[in-house]
């Protein structure tokens, strides 16, 4: 697409109420407000995203209609825990997300999901992809790992 035709199509799907597209530079990291012309999804995006002239963001629920690894009965978070002993069955129980069922994401998507600590209750989000495929460290609930840090050594000079 052109940047003419491409932009065209952006003053089509801006639609933020709070400023005019004339108020913005095509660089600014402002969170402008948009409406998608073909499934009419309404989302946020950074207007440096949108403008870029490599990989220019879009809406997400069309991105979304073509993922990368098709979900299936076998490529979802549910089955990765079910096949991963213990660590799985941790997870699946931290894992309280409102907004997608274990079944509707990957294990190793780029999704922050919303967990919620076993031990200390505490609920923070955290990409799927850092509970699950770091084999050597994966992120746990960080009020845990805050309290189990040693306290720096201050020097006595």
Avoid: I
């Avoid at 073509?66 to 978070?77: A, G, I």
């Avoid at 549910?78 to 894992?95: F, I, M, S, V």
């Avoid at 495929?133 to 790992?145: E, W």
């Amino acid at each position: 697409m052109e940047n003419g035709e491409r932009g065209k199509t952006l003053l089509r799907e801006f639609r933020d109420p709070e400023k005019l597209p004339t108020e913005l530079t095509f660089r600014t990291n402002y969170r402008a407000k948009w409406k998608c012309l073909k499934c009419k999804q309404a989302w946020r995006a950074r207007m440096d995203n949108r403008t870029r002239s490599v990989r220019p963001s879009g809406c997400p629920k069309c991105a979304n209609k073509t993922p990368r690894k098709p979900m299936s009965n076998s490529n979802n978070f549910l089955t990765w825990c079910n096949a991963n002993g213990d660590r799985g069955k941790k997870l699946l129980r931290e894992y309280v997300d409102p907004d997608r069922e274990p079944t509707q994401v990957t294990k190793a998507s780029r999704y922050k999901a919303l967990w919620k600590c076993e031990t200390c209750e505490h609920e923070w989000r955290a990409w799927m992809y850092s509970r699950t495929t770091t084999s050597v460290r994966p992120s746990d609930c960080p009020q845990c790992n805050l309290r189990g840090r040693k306290k720096k050594r201050q020097r006595d000079d």
